[in-house]
């Protein structure tokens, strides 16, 4: 029981800290990816790959779910698992080309698990993802 | 030998007999006087004055005219500069939101977050760089607040941001407010 009242305590304890730390999705997006995403995430064709309209397809392949977290650019933000696992579903509600309740968003616990794992060879991996999605067509 | 001791002596006692012996004082003053004058004089003040106060000589003080967004945009220690690291457009013939004339804003850039004394938010900063014409080489302003050592790229300010633009020569910076740093308890 002691246990039980001394977690709550730290949790209660460290709430506002994080709360008060803590960035909606968009600012966190915006922060830390917009510069080569741009706004509305088109990116640059030959340079920065567009998620405007195709970042959804990622979770129709396997292996593509754990990409979007793996992905260089997402494992090494400045983000916490949490803050990351929102700004995923905030990337894949908004900027996508599929509406928010279409997929199962990702956890603090999933995201955490899939980011331990360091993606060794990324541009293959994409170019495979890549070719499911067409294959998929 | 003779020749010179007699030059010595001629001109020895032509000096001795031209001039006095307080001359010699006399002239020295002057001059150590002259040379401290010399800027007082109005020609060093016109060249001072031309910078307006400001920090490169020929570029006089700007104010952004929108309320709530105090401070000179042509000096370095305006708020929306906290991170930057380059030449400010604002000297170079653009402002802090636009390009010279003849240069291409980047649309790939490097985003910071700054604090607006005025109104104690932060503010998301896009550092555009703008391109295509040599370098601007005024007003050099590297604060670098947040600035990320090269393997984290995306906040790394040193990298030259021209890459999106259509040429890679870079010119000078600016420094956009994108929107407030939203707190997602708000």
Redesign the interface.
């Known amino acids: 029981m002691a246990t039980v009242f001394r977690t709550l305590a730290l949790c209660l304890l460290c709430l506002p800290a994080v ?9 966190n997006y ?7 995403h ?2 509305d995430g088109r990116g ?1 064709a030959g ?2 790959p567009s998620m405007k309209g195709e970042l959804h397809k990622f979770l129709t392949v396997p292996g593509g779910r754990e990409f979007l977290v793996q992905v260089p ?1 997402s494992a ?3 983000l916490n698992d949490a803050e990351l696992a ?1 700004l995923l579903n905030w990337m894949l509600g908004s900027m996508s080309g599929t509406s928010s309740n279409s997929f199962s968003p990702y956890t603090e616990a999933e995201v955490k698990k899939l980011r331990a794992k360091v993606l060794v060879d990324v541009m293959k991996t994409r170019e495979r993802l890549v070719r499911q999605f067409a294959e998929n067509k | 030998m003779k020749w010179l001791d007699k030059l010595t002596i001629k001109s020895s006692r032509r000096l001795a007999q031209n001039s006095s012996r307080r001359s010699f004082i006399t002239r020295f003053g002057t001059a150590l006087v002259g040379g401290a004058a010399i800027p007082l004089l109005p020609v060093a003040r016109a060249s001072a004055s031309s910078s307006g106060g400001g920090m490169y000589p020929g570029v006089a003080a700007q104010e952004s005219g929108v309320k709530g967004d105090p401070g000179d945009p042509s000096q370095c220690d305006y708020w929306r500069y906290c991170a930057i690291d380059g030449f400010l457009c604002s000297c170079c013939g653009g402002t802090q939101n636009s390009c010279p004339p003849g240069t291409e804003m980047s649309p790939i850039t490097w985003i910071g977050t700054c604090l607006n004394p005025e109104d104690g938010k932060n503010y998301i900063i896009s550092y555009n760089d703008c391109c295509g014409t040599s370098s601007c080489g005024r007003c050099l302003c590297n604060r670098n607040e947040r600035d990320t050592p090269i393997y984290r790229a995306q906040t790394n300010n040193d990298t030259n941001w021209c890459l999106g633009a259509s040429s890679t020569v870079y010119t000078c910076s600016t420094a956009i407010v994108l929107g407030v740093a939203t707190d997602s308890a708000s």
């Open positions: 709360s008060a730390a803590a960035m909606e999705p968009r600012t915006m922060i830390n990816c917009q510069g080569c741009l706004a640059k340079s920065v650019g090494n933000a400045p929102e």
